[in-house]
């Protein structure tokens, strides 16, 4: 009997600590972002930012931002995705968004690292939008708006960052005032050739390749630049260029070259 209660408890015991650690095993710290253009290794801050890394991996692993598009790119400061997705049609819509993330602004927004997009004038309002910084933006984003969230890096594929930022963009108003094009012109542009998915940067799948906990412990990300004031006193929504507001302006779009067709608040 007291054998029999012994091996009960150990396998007991053994899956609560099962149960403990799973949450953290399940945090995976490395993803593939895969484009129409080629693949971009991803190495999250899981430890640091956990809340980001969580939920970010929210949405990949919802499958949200599969078939998402790239809508943004400012050459030398970011290219922007998570927004929206596209079909079979080009027809683009809102990703559907979770409750926000609390702001963790643990690292700098340099060169090839991935933080989150907010609304203006609110720290904790990040969702499901993201960017990779293409250049030094700590002086403009570090202490802006309690500074925006890195949390993680690009470790192989900056070539393909490179190759998006480099696309022209053209401006279709909304939110959609820097969307990268290829196979496009500007001559297509004035004579209101329609956008389809073989123009839009279009992020295939987002996938887990690294279930490691700590994955990136043996990197060296650069920390934060932004002083002790508190969140939402610091820095302001403004910066011009550098402002990041989830533009909450649409529906569902169809894409014409000279203009959105339909929004909706």
Do not use: C
Request: glycine residues 10%; hydrophobic residues 45%; without cysteine.
């Amino acid at each position: 009997m007291l054998l029999t209660w012994k091996i009960k408890f150990s396998a007991a015991a053994n899956l609560l600590v099962l149960l403990l650690v799973l949450p953290h095993a399940a945090m995976a710290t490395i993803v593939l972002v895969e484009t129409d253009l080629g693949t971009v290794e991803i190495n999250l801050y899981d430890n640091a930012t956990p809340a980001t890394v969580t939920n970010f991996l929210n949405y990949v692993n919802s499958g949200a931002f599969t078939d998402s598009i790239v809508h943004r790119s400012v050459p030398g400061f970011v290219i922007q995705g998570g927004g929206f997705i596209t079909d079979i049609n080009a027809q683009v819509s809102n990703i559907t968004t979770n409750p926000a993330v609390t702001n963790e602004p643990v690292y700098s927004n340099v060169r090839g690292t991935i933080a989150m997009a907010k609304l203006g004038s609110d720290p904790n309002s990040a969702t499901s939008q993201w960017f990779i910084n293409l250049a030094n933006n700590a002086a403009n984003l570090d202490d802006q708006n309690g500074g925006f969230t890195v949390f993680g890096e690009v470790t192989a594929g900056l070539d393909i960052v490179a190759t998006i930022a480099g696309l022209p963009s053209y401006d279709f108003g909304g939110a959609f005032t820097d969307l990268p094009l290829q196979n496009y012109s500007s001559a297509d542009f004035t004579n209101n050739v329609p956008v389809d998915n073989t123009h839009l940067v279009i992020v295939t799948a987002v996938n887990v390749v690294d279930t490691t906990v700590d994955s990136a412990a043996g990197l060296n990300p650069t920390p934060t630049t932004r002083n002790t004031t508190p969140p939402g006193n610091g820095g302001g929504g403004g910066g011009g260029g550098g402002s990041f507001a989830l533009l909450s302006l649409l529906g569902l779009f169809g894409f014409s070259a000279a203009r959105v067709l339909r929004r909706r608040r």
